[in-house]
Structure formats: C-alpha cells, structure tokens
C-alpha cells in the first residue's frame, strides 16, 4: 500500500485546498466539456471521435508534446533560485493536509511545493490520459464489433465526455501552471502586490 501511494503522489495536487480552486478543478473544465460536446453532437457534419485522425487521435498527440513539456517545467521549478520561493505564498495560501508518522497536520505551501505538486500531477495525468486514449483507439473498432450499436454509441459518447473532461482539466491548470511562470515568480517580493491578486 505504502509502495501505491508513492506512484500515485503526483495526484496529491487534487487535495490542494485552496477559496479559488475549486474553480479551476470543476467550473472551466466543466463548462469547457459542456460547449466541446454540445458543438459536436450539433454539427451538421459529425466529427470522427475515435480511430486515426480523430478527435482522440488530435488529443493523444498533443499529449505528446505536453509531457515533455511538464517534466522540463517540473525540473525548472524545483531548481529555480528566487528569494520568496520558499516561503508560505503570500495571501491566502493554499494548504495540503499531511500525514507524518501517524500525525496528520495542515501545510501551507510555498510557490515552488506549490508549483512542484502542479506540474507533477500534470505530467502524471498527461501520461496516464496518453496511454488510455491510445488505448481506445486501438480497440474501438473491435469494441464496435462486439458491442450492440445503441451501447457502443452510448458507451463512446460517455468515454468522450469524461476524457475531455479530464483534458480540459489538464489544459486549464496548465494555463495557471503559465501564469505562475510568466508572472508570478518574476515580481518583487513586496508582499502588498503579491497579496492583492495571488
């Protein structure tokens, strides 16, 4: 159990708690999903979902590139040499609960843990969302064969939702995760700015 829990660690960033998270973990992704689905159920000329050359195909590769991406940001990050960075964030940090030696406690995060926690758990979604997208594209035509039409379609559109969910999910933090890095991290360390808009 011990050794699980060390894989799945990357997941920790979904425990953050945080006023505005919750936002960014459910609202956008949710809202995101909802207009992407609607416009393909209603286009005039349906999009081709599974399969190569697909929608599914279009996302995989794209996580292709992210991944990379994610681990150099990690890397970036965990090396980065800025007074401030760690420090608990200035504001209303964010917090992790934790469990150390049997006593459970409430840390507040610095920018670079922060950050760490972020780009980690990208790069562990991005390659767990790569190998289930590759992996349907290769049985979906085996599953349309196996399955009743009606429970294939119902079965797919189900999978699609939730994996762009999911995606969305993993695109909007990525564009925190930005600008975090693009701004965040370069302003002064005057806690007056920082606190204003963190």
């Known amino acids: 159990m011990k050794s699980l829990s060390r894989l799945l660690r990357p997941l920790d960033y979904v425990r953050i708690k945080h006023p505005e998270k919750l936002s960014y973990d459910l609202l956008f992704p949710f ?16 999009v081709k979902l599974l399969g190569d050359g697909g929608l599914l195909d ?6 292709q590139m992210l991944t990379g991406f994610y681990i150099a940001s990690l890397a970036a990050i965990a ?18 609960k934790t469990t150390s030696r049997g006593k459970i406690r409430i ?4 920018r670079r843990r922060f950050l760490c926690l972020m780009f980690g758990y990208l790069a562990f ?6 190998f289930v997208g590759k992996g349907a594209i290769l049985v979906s035509d085996n599953m349309s064969i196996l399955l009743p039409g009606i429970i294939f379609a119902l079965l797919k559109w189900v999978f699609i939702t939730v994996y762009l969910f999911i995606a969305s999910h993993l695109i909007i933090t990525t564009l925190l995760g930005l600008y975090y890095m693009v701004d965040r ?12 808009d963190e």
Do not use: C
């Open 185 to 196: 991290i370069h302003r002064t360390d005057g806690l007056i700015d920082d606190a204003r």
């Open 107 to 110: 840390d507040q995060l610095t």
């Open 58 to 63: 279009a996302i995989v590769q794209l996580l």
């Open 125 to 130: 979604t991005s390659v767990l969302l790569y």
């Open 31 to 46: 809202l995101s999903t909802l207009i992407i689905v609607t416009i393909l159920i209603f286009l005039p000329k349906p």
């Open 79 to 96: 090396t980065f040499k800025k007074a401030g960075m760690d420090n608990p964030m200035p504001g209303e940090p964010p917090t992790l």
